[in-house]
Structure formats: structure tokens, C-alpha cells
């Protein structure tokens, strides 16, 4: 018993403010639709990263969400990302690209950054490695797998309050 509770309190404590889920392996996605992300719409600022971090949410239309994302460090434009949630069929699949403040891509020309739906559960969306939360009409969390060096992986949370 006493090796019970030692390993419960161990998970509690390390496992805890894990807000992101992998897209298990040969999993599908579940049935979704924009409407389930309907509240991402508008704009939205936060920290994160040392700076100011900013984006912006089109409603849904012609079946997707787009949007735009700046990260502001020493008053000068770090990043952008661009992207959107689209509805491919009977779920949703968040899509993005990152470019350099001058506006050179990260990625290759046709490559984009692909994060499959794992679930959707109450205020919360789950796709591969990047969660949605809504706290309020007025504010939401944005959970985001980093991987860094290629080795290790961290949970990064954006707060974002609507502007």
C-alpha cells in the first residue's frame, strides 16, 4: 500500500499541468466541428516566450477557422505563424506555418505543421500535442508541445486575454 501512494503522490506531482495529449497510434479522430472552436473567434493577447504574443481568429467560414499569430520580443516581430482548423469531413484538423519576422518560411514550400483531433471534452480541445481552453468569453489557454534541439519536449501555456 505504502508503494501505492508513494507512486500515486510521485504521478500527482510530475504529471500534474499535463494539458496536451498525443494522437495515439493508429488512433482516428473523433466527429467535431467548428462550431466546437467557434470561441476562438476574435483577438486575443498574452505573454509568452519573454515578449508579447498576439493573435488573431476569423469565424468560421467555408469550412475553417483562420488565423495569425506574432510573437513580439524587444519591439520587433520575432515570428509569425498562419494557419487555420479546417473540417476534413466529420472532424477537425489544426494546420499551421511559421515564418521569420521578414517573412521568410520556416517550413518547405508545401509543408505545413499537422496537429490530428484527439478529443473534445467540455471547455477543452485536444489535437495532437496542443490543447484549447476556454476559461472565459474573455480569456483562454493555449497548450503547445515544443520540442527543443530535437530531444527534449515541453509544455509551453499561452494565456490569452481578449482584446
Request: glycine letters at 10%; charged letters at 25%; aromatic letters at 14%.
Amino acid at each position: 500500500m505504502r508503494d501505492y501512494i508513494i507512486i500515486l503522490l510521485f504521478s500527482t506531482l510530475f504529471c500534474s499541468g499535463q494539458n496536451t495529449l498525443p494522437f495515439p497510434e493508429n488512433g482516428t479522430s473523433p466527429k467535431a466541428s467548428l462550431q466546437d472552436v467557434s470561441w476562438m473567434e476574435g483577438h486575443w493577447r498574452g505573454e509568452a516566450f519573454g515578449g508579447i504574443t498576439e493573435e488573431f481568429w476569423s469565424p468560421p467560414l467555408g469550412g475553417s477557422m483562420m488565423f495569425v499569430f506574432k510573437l513580439i520580443l524587444d519591439g520587433k516581430v520575432n515570428f509569425y505563424e498562419v494557419g487555420h482548423i479546417q473540417q476534413i469531413g466529420e472532424t477537425l484538423l489544426l494546420q499551421l506555418k511559421h515564418f521569420h519576422g521578414n517573412l521568410k518560411g520556416w517550413e518547405e514550400k508545401d509543408d505545413t505543421v499537422d496537429f490530428k483531433l484527439v478529443k473534445v471534452e467540455g471547455n477543452r480541445v485536444f489535437f495532437d500535442g496542443f490543447t484549447f481552453e476556454k476559461i472565459s468569453d474573455d480569456e483562454v489557454n493555449l497548450y503547445v508541445v515544443i520540442s527543443q534541439d530535437n530531444k527534449t519536449e515541453k509544455e509551453v501555456k499561452f494565456n490569452y486575454k481578449r482584446m
